[in-house]
T-cell receptor, first 113, second 114 residues
Framework: KAGVTQTPRYLIKTRGQQVTLSCSPISGHRSVSWYQQTPGQGLQFLFEYFSETQRNKGNFPGRFSGRQFSNSRSEMNVSTLELGDSALYLC????????????FGPGTRLTVL | QKEVEQNSGPLSVPEGAIASLNCTYSDRGSQSFFWYRQYSGKSPELIMSIYSNGDKEDGRFTAQLNKASQYVSLLIRDSQPSDSATYLCAVNAFYGGSQGNLIFGKGTKLSVKP
């Protein structure tokens, strides 16, 4: 079975711009979660989608948003980028009977200049 | 606030030794516990999950759970240089009865010296 895929793998943006990241879960998985990883804060939960609905949300400003499509693929969007948004953004999927076990994609490395 | 605590390390062990990694969590209602391994520049990779008190073994890895003490550990037997990585403890947070997200510790960096 193919794993979780994320595109793009690397992004460089400037302050004030917006960015969209994409995640395709493992086939058959309906839940997609997004995390931000930085050296100082570690892995922090952004939000989780299940069947096109946001089921949980972390403590991030409204500039961070996401959505999920009917094929379970998910996107997250960050508007008005700030320097502090530079991070590794990780997507994880779960499902197929083991709903609480999350498998991570390779991540998107975002650098904001 | 639900928290997961790990010693940041680095933990240095000689090749062939047992590496012991520890984790405590604050939410007594947590039911699912996970260990992930993350190599530098890579994404987390699931090593083990554990749900019941006691030990769970998988090859060279043993996870131990003690819910009364809110404590999870990972033992790596016969440590190899390829085990050198950051090990992340994660606990599933449930909200209002529905499955929630994972709360991660900040990880313990393990270095296995040849």
């Amino acid at each position: 079975k193919a794993g979780v895929t994320q595109t793009p793998r690397y992004l460089i943006k400037t302050r004030g711009q917006q960015v969209t990241l994409s995640c395709s879960p493992i086939s058959g998985h309906r839940s997609v979660s997004w995390y931000q990883q930085t050296p100082g804060q570690g892995l922090q939960f952004l939000f989780e989608y299940f069947s096109e609905t946001q089921r949980n949300k972390g403590n991030f400003p409204g500039r961070f948003s996401g959505r999920q499509f009917s094929n379970s693929r998910s996107e997250m969007n960050v508007s008005t980028l700030e320097l502090g948004d530079s991070a590794l953004y990780l997507c994880a999927s779960s499902g197929g009977g083991a709903e609480d076990t999350q498998y991570f994609g390779p991540g998107t490395r975002l650098t904001v200049l | 606030q639900k928290e997961v605590e790990q010693n940041s390390g680095p933990l240095s062990v000689p090749e062939g030794a047992i590496a012991s990694l520890n984790c405590t969590y604050s939410d007594r209602g947590s039911q699912s516990f996970f260990w992930y391994r993350q190599y530098s520049g890579k994404s987390p990779e699931l090593i083990m999950s554990i749900y019941s008190n006691g030990d769970k073994e998988d090859g060279r890895f043993t996870a131990q759970l003690n819910k009364a003490s809110q404590y999870v550990s990972l033992l790596i037997r016969d440590s190899q240089p390829s085990d050198s990585a950051t090990y992340l403890c994660a606990v599933n947070a449930f909200y209002g009865g529905s499955q929630g997200n994972l709360i991660f510790g900040k990880g313990t960096k393990l270095s296995v010296k040849p």
